[in-house]
């Protein structure tokens, strides 16, 4: 591994520590609370929730590419197609 | 049964875990390879994108094609069949009123859409400098198309995104990908080989050849494909199908 990068935005390791196991913490909370929801449209609002804290992951594991399709997928494209999914098939169970 | 199979696969579990390299720390020769060359060889600051765009430019083709055939396939599933017409839903109950869009959604929606289109053409059109590329910003691009729909006009967001336009969109990004790569055979160079001029200064947007332009085509099939089939979809959801079998 080549020498650490130091810039004025460079963030102290133990704090950067702190941050990601802090973050990884609230990942997995979010998913165990995406599974504990049981009303659909609800689970479909923590899941975008979740997708956003799961980009939060991503930028703090230094991948803000993956960040930017985690926020796209995960926040916005997946929850409309489920949303809409879930209005089609319930129109058809009343 | 249950906890003795839980048990194993903990066991198994941990036992893989022990064998992983260390936090932080990558054992692979490729990456700090291509970090030493990626920048002087493609002029593009963006070496994620260099990479999917360039090193392995083979696989994104391939995984264009993945998003270009499930949108077709959304769009023959829930294709019209022979004899079954469209109309706009009525109320069938009576005494029921749908809420209407209120407007602060209205007016929050509206006033996104502007700044959505210009990040989403941002992201599509900067992959050779910043961590974004072709994909994300296709879908942000989409997303303004959504808000419009989200303002409450599900016929201006139709009017704004035909079903022929989006076709057409989607199938000059996909196949102007596939085509920036063969363009390459004729002038016998490799398939999706980097002929176009590099620029002189890493970073400039003008710089990287053929990774600016493959960002951009992915840009135009992933905004239509994601629009195709939001579309599709919300035809299944506000329009009632009547007649078929």
Redesign the interface.
């Known amino acids: 591994?080549t020498g650490a990068v130091v810039t004025p935005y460079t963030v102290p390791a133990g704090l950067m520590d702190t941050l990601q196991v802090t973050v990884l913490i609230l990942v997995a909370a979010g998913a165990t609370a995406v599974v504990l929801t049981r009303r659909l449209v609800r689970q479909v609002l923590v899941l975008s929730v979740y997708g956003i804290m799961l980009a939060v992951l991503f930028l703090t594991f230094q991948a803000?590419?993956v960040?930017?399709?985690a926020?796209?997928?995960g926040a916005?494209?997946l929850p409309?197609?489920l949303l809409?999914?879930i209005?089609?098939t319930r129109?058809k169970e009343e | 049964m249950f906890f003795a199979g839980a048990a194993g696969l903990v066991a198994f579990y941990l036992w893989g875990l022990l064998g992983l390299p260390g936090f932080g720390n990558y054992p692979g020769p490729y990456g700090p390879a291509i970090l030493r060359v990626a920048v002087a060889q493609t002029q593009a600051t963006g070496v994620v994108s260099a990479v999917n765009f360039e090193y392995r430019g083979f696989d994104t083709v391939g995984e264009e094609f993945i998003l270009f055939t499930a949108a077709a396939g959304t769009a023959i599933v829930l294709r019209m069949l022979r004899g079954e017409g469209e109309r706009s839903p009525v109320d069938e109950a009576r005494d029921r009123d749908a809420p209407p869009t209120s407007n602060a959604v209205r007016t929050i929606a509206l006033l996104f859409t502007g700044p959505v289109v210009v990040v989403g053409w941002w992201l599509a059109s900067h992959a050779q400098t910043n961590p974004s590329g072709g994909f994300q910003g296709g879908v942000v691009l989409a997303t303004a198309f959504i808000l419009i729909y989200l303002a409450g006009a599900f016929l201006t967001f139709s009017k704004l995104s035909p079903t022929d336009v989006t076709d057409a969109v989607e199938a000059a990004g996909a196949g102007g990908f596939a085509a920036v790569g063969l363009a390459a055979l004729f002038t016998g160079l490799p398939y999706l080989y980097n002929y176009l001029p590099l620029g002189q200064i890493p970073g400039a947007v003008s710089s990287s050849g053929t990774i600016a332009l493959i960002s951009f085509f992915v840009g135009l099939e992933v905004a239509a494909a994601f629009l195709l089939i939001v579309s599709e979809l919300l035809e299944q959801t506000l329009l009632i199908r009547h007649g078929g079998r």
Do not use: H, Q
Request: glycine residues 0%; without cysteine; aromatic residues 0%.
């Open positions: 591994m803000p590419d960040t930017l399709s926020l796209t997928v916005v494209a409309i197609v809409l999914a209005s089609k129109k």
